[in-house]
């Protein structure tokens, strides 16, 4: 006899499907439950749900209906078929599989691979009938190729990856899915097989990896597999395909395992991403400085040292590509300091690709000559609470697109704008973050910079004489979280598409004055500004609102009837403004009247319902006559509470008020 099945997508292109010729069964009706339960068990091997299952007998299909329908029913279990019926609802429960009768004219597919099967005697066969194979396991689903080994035979890749990215698996997962798929081929007497133009293919397999960041395969004969049963699941596999392994589990664990044989030292060579943290081993020491009062501070222990020397002697020279070092350095200990600096040669020598240095060292720290000249590097972050010797002045940086600084004192404040970032032609990406440290940076210039976050929470490295400036002519988005400040020097922002301002009050600052600034910015499309910066603004903006000519979206937020005023400025100047995002409504009491506006689109965040909250919510939509959507989010304490009703209609009626027609109403 002989059974058939075939997988579909909602397009009705068929995915794959599976066919073979079994020993002669009782009937009819048990050969139709024995295919079915081979397709119900290899899709669940494969990893699909939401699968609904056609056939045209309508014994079976009928009685699986009913039962997901209205639950377990006992009439079945008399059936000759009971225990075929009993499978395929247990992995259906699990797997969301639903069944429906069709005709046999509208099941001719399967019937055809049924008796092609039958009369050629055929293995029981899963076939892929396109080179892409759809496993609905995870959105990420590699492209098949097909490869020929030295003997010539036709391969398929039997991988797929199961958990989206290489890089994002964890190592335990990546086993178990390896070793399952290993089983899986062997144990059971299914045989693989890809059509097309390509020479059909049963029997021996190849396992193929494909390695997101360099677009390799990596390749595995599955006559291999014979010997699999003698030893363990791992050591057949190729060393790249370890050495990728390696480098998703923490590089303690990973360089532990150069002790199981001499293999697998040669493995770890082959680990391009270590992590490096002493947290784990710390010493106490008792700062000596004179004339300051004694403390504790931590170091890196000898052990540690030990142990990234022998970590990194074991790699050689082989390339990495990601090193991060978290480690805290003795401000007197130069012998400490010329550790760092030999690991960190030691990796840019090897190519490093993203370098994530942090290190706490309250003396001077210099680094090392290689890592200012790497060719290699494209990301790089340096910290924290660092305090960074003289820069020497060759600094070149050709590759580096990203940089993060992360509360670093330079030795000379100008070393940021005219010797770092002079050194890097094409950085793109740089975050400047500066918490509870001294000498904050206070120019940044780029001719090559497209996204900037500064962050500065530095109360007493801020008075009356301190200043900022931006020269960026290419940023199209800024980050700047900082306080107000009495002057802004230089604030070349031209290209800005997008900004976000968090601005603060500082008393030192004793005359603040933030209009260079907003000046600066009115280019953008998009800016969002936080109820603090709403506050400096309306009160330190000392020249006026420039006009913003290009402004679509503004997100706004209040704490007062000032910073309504200041949003009545904001649209009186933005006459291209279409969407207005208000983070809350606190505050907003009717008496400040807007003026005519183009706003389409208006988004209330922090709803909660209370009866205040309305009266503002139908005072504050009744200033806009453009509207097309009014979209309200309500805040979780709301739902938690109970206090608003979630209905969209029970929401207009409470508010009174009455919409254009064409003008969309949401509650989120």
Same mark, same amino acid.
């Given at each position: 006899m002989g059974i058939g099945w075939s997988l579909h997508n909602r397009d009705g292109t068929q995915i794959l499907h599976g066919s073979g010729a079994i020993h002669p069964t009782q009937s009819p009706t048990e050969a139709e439950a024995e295919a079915l339960r081979l397709a119900v068990l290899d899709l669940r091997r494969l990893g699909y749900s939401h699968v609904t299952f056609c056939g045209d007998l309508k014994l079976i299909y009928d009685t699986l209906q009913r039962c997901a329908l209205r639950g377990n029913n006992a009439s079945w279990k008399y059936l000759h078929i009971a225990t075929y019926l009993a499978d395929v609802l247990k992995i259906s429960k699990l797997c969301s599989f639903n069944f429906i009768h069709i005709s046999r004219d509208a099941n001719d597919i399967a019937d055809r691979l049924a008796k092609q099967a039958r009369c050629n005697g055929l293995d029981y066969v899963i076939c892929w009938t396109s080179s892409s194979l759809v496993l609905n396991v995870k959105q990420r689903n590699y492209v098949t190729d097909i490869y020929n080994d030295v003997n010539n035979i036709s391969s398929i890749n039997a991988f797929q990856d199961l958990a989206g990215s290489l890089d994002e698996l964890k190592t335990t997962s990546f086993i178990v899915v390896l070793t399952f798929w290993v089983c899986f081929l062997i144990k059971t007497p299914i045989k693989f097989r890809i059509e097309g133009t390509t020479p059909s293919f049963s029997g021996s397999v190849f396992a193929l990896l494909h390695d997101s960041v360099s677009g390799t395969f990596i390749s595995m004969d599955a006559k291999m597999f014979d010997t699999i049963c #003698?030893?363990?699941?791992?050591?057949?596999?190729?060393?790249?395909?370890?050495?990728?392994?390696?480098?998703?589990?923490?590089?303690?664990?990973?360089?532990?395992?150069?002790?199981?044989?001499?293999?697998?030292?040669?493995? *770890?060579?082959?680990?391009?991403?270590?992590?490096?943290?002493?947290? *784990?081993?710390?010493?106490?020491?008792?700062?000596?400085?004179?004339?300051?009062?004694?403390?504790?501070? *931590?170091?890196?222990?000898?052990?540690?040292?030990? *142990?990234?020397?022998?970590? @990194?002697?074991?790699?050689?020279?082989?390339?990495? $590509?990601?090193?991060?070092?978290?480690?805290?350095? #003795?401000?007197?200990? &130069?012998?400490?300091?010329?550790?760092?600096?030999?690991?960190?040669?030691?990796?840019?020598?090897?190519?490093?690709? &993203?370098?994530?240095?942090?290190?706490?060292?309250?003396?001077?720290?210099? @680094?090392?000559?290689?890592?200012?000249?790497?060719?290699? @590097?494209? $990301?790089?972050?340096?910290?924290?609470?660092?305090? %960074? =010797?003289?820069?020497? #002045?060759?600094?070149?940086?050709? #590759?580096?697109?990203?940089?993060? !600084?992360?509360?670093?004192?330079?030795?000379?404040? &100008?070393?940021?704008?005219?010797? @770092?970032?002079? =050194?890097?032609?094409? %950085? &793109?990406?740089?975050?400047?973050?500066?918490?509870?440290? !001294?000498?904050?940076?206070?120019?940044?210039?780029?001719?090559?910079?497209?996204?900037l976050s500064v962050d500065y929470h530095c109360p007493d490295d801020v008075d009356s004489a301190s200043h900022m400036s931006f020269d960026l002519p290419k940023l199209v988005y800024l980050e700047y979280s900082h306080c107000a400040l009495g002057e802004y020097w230089q604030i070349n922002l031209e290209s800005l598409v997008e900004a976000k301002l968090d601005l603060g009050l500082e008393r030192k600052v004793l005359r603040m004055d933030v209009t260079d600034l907003i000046i600066g910015i009115r280019n953008v499309q998009s800016l969002h500004l936080s109820p603090d910066s709403v506050h400096v603004i309306y009160s330190y903006c000392r020249h006026g609102l420039p006009v913003f000519k290009n402004l679509v979206n503004l997100s706004f937020g209040s704490k007062n009837k000032r910073g309504w005023r200041l949003l009545a400025n904001l649209l009186k100047q933005s006459t291209k403004l279409e969407t207005l995002i208000v983070k809350d409504l606190n505050g907003y009491t009717g008496d400040v009247s807007m003026p005519l506006n183009k706003v389409t689109s208006l988004h209330i965040l922090g709803y909660r319902g209370t009866a205040d909250e309305v009266k503002q919510l139908k005072s504050f939509i009744g200033e806009f006559e453009c509207l097309e959507l009014v979209q309200v989010d309500v805040a979780e304490a709301a739902e938690d509470n109970g206090k608003i009703l979630q209905s969209k209609r029970d929401l207009m009626m409470l508010l009174g008020v009455s919409l254009p027609s064409k003008c969309q109403f949401k509650v989120t």
């Open positions: #003698s030893r363990d699941a791992i050591s057949w596999l190729p060393d790249e395909v370890l050495g990728k392994i390696l480098s998703l589990i923490p590089t303690k664990q990973a360089v532990s395992t150069s002790l199981l044989a001499k293999k697998w030292r040669t493995i *770890f060579r082959l680990v391009d991403h270590l992590e490096l943290d002493d947290s *784990f081993s710390l010493q106490a020491v008792k700062d000596q400085t004179p004339g300051l009062r004694k403390h504790v501070r *931590f170091v890196f222990t000898e052990d540690f040292k030990i *142990f990234v020397d022998r970590t @990194l002697a074991l790699q050689c020279d082989y390339p990495i $590509k990601n090193f991060s070092l978290k480690c805290h350095v #003795s401000k007197y200990d &130069e012998r400490q300091k010329a550790c760092v600096g030999r690991w960190i040669s030691n990796v840019v020598g090897r190519g490093v690709f &993203e370098l994530d240095l942090r290190m706490k060292d309250p003396g001077i720290h210099f @680094l090392p000559p290689h890592l200012v000249a790497s060719k290699t @590097l494209v $990301k790089l972050t340096l910290g924290t609470q660092l305090c %960074l =010797g003289q820069l020497p #002045s060759y600094v070149s940086l050709p #590759s580096l697109k990203s940089l993060f !600084i992360d509360t670093i004192v330079f030795y000379d404040i &100008e070393d940021l704008c005219c010797v @770092l970032l002079a =050194g890097c032609p094409v %950085l &793109e990406e740089l975050s400047v973050h500066h918490h509870d440290f !001294i000498a904050t940076p206070h120019t940044i210039s780029s001719p090559t910079l497209k996204r």
